[in-house]
C-alpha cells in the first residue's frame, strides 16, 4: 500500500506544479479564460495526433499562426501524450478506411519495431499509413476543438473565479 501511496502523491504533485500552477499563473498574468481554453484545446488536440515526433513542433507552429499561449499549448500537448500512444493504431485504421491501403495487423507493437529498425526503413513501411492516420486525426480535431473549448473556457473561468475570491478572503 505504501507504493500506491507513493505514486499518488508523485501523481499529484506533477499534475499540481506542472499543470495547475502554470495554468493559474498565466490566469493571474491576464491571459482570458476563453484564449487559455483555446490553446489547451489545439495543444490537446495536437498532442493526440498520430505524428510521433511532430507535435512539439506542430504545437509551435499553431500556436505562431493562431496567436495562442505557446505555453498553455505545450502544457496540453505534455499532458496528453499517454493517449497520442494509445490512438496511434485507431487513426491508422480509421485514415486506411477512408483511403483504401489496409492497415490489417498493425499494432503499436509492429509501429515501434519499424521506427526501431531505422528513420529511413520506418518510413518507408509505415510513413503512408501514418499519414493516413494524420488525416483522420485532422478531421476529428477540427469536429472537437470548439467542443473542447467550451468546457474549458468555463473550468478556466471557475478557476479564475475562485483564484479572485481566495485573494481577496486572503486581504
Known sequence: MEFLEKIRLSVK???????????RTLLRQ???PSKLAWSFAVGLLIGS????GFCTW???????????NQLAIQIANYV???????LIVPYIE?????????????TFEKLQASIEAGLIEGLKEIGFLM??????????????VYPIQLVL???????????????KAEQ
Do not use: N
Open 30 to 32: 491576464g491571459l482570458t
Open 153 to 167: 473556457e468555463k473550468i478556466f473561468s471557475k478557476m479564475l473565479t475562485r483564484m479572485q475570491h481566495l485573494e
Open 94 to 106: 480509421l485514415g486506411s478506411s477512408w483511403f483504401g491501403k489496409k492497415a490489417e495487423g498493425v
Open 58 to 68: 506542430i504545437c509551435l507552429i499553431a500556436a505562431s499562426v493562431f496567436r495562442l
Open 13 to 23: 504533485h506533477t499534475v499540481t506544479h506542472r499543470i495547475l500552477v502554470p495554468l
Open 131 to 144: 499519414l493516413q492516420g494524420g488525416a483522420a486525426w485532422l478531421v476529428v480535431a477540427v469536429i472537437l
Open 49 to 52: 495526433s498520430p505524428l510521433l
Open 80 to 86: 496528453v501524450y499517454p493517449l497520442q500512444v494509445i
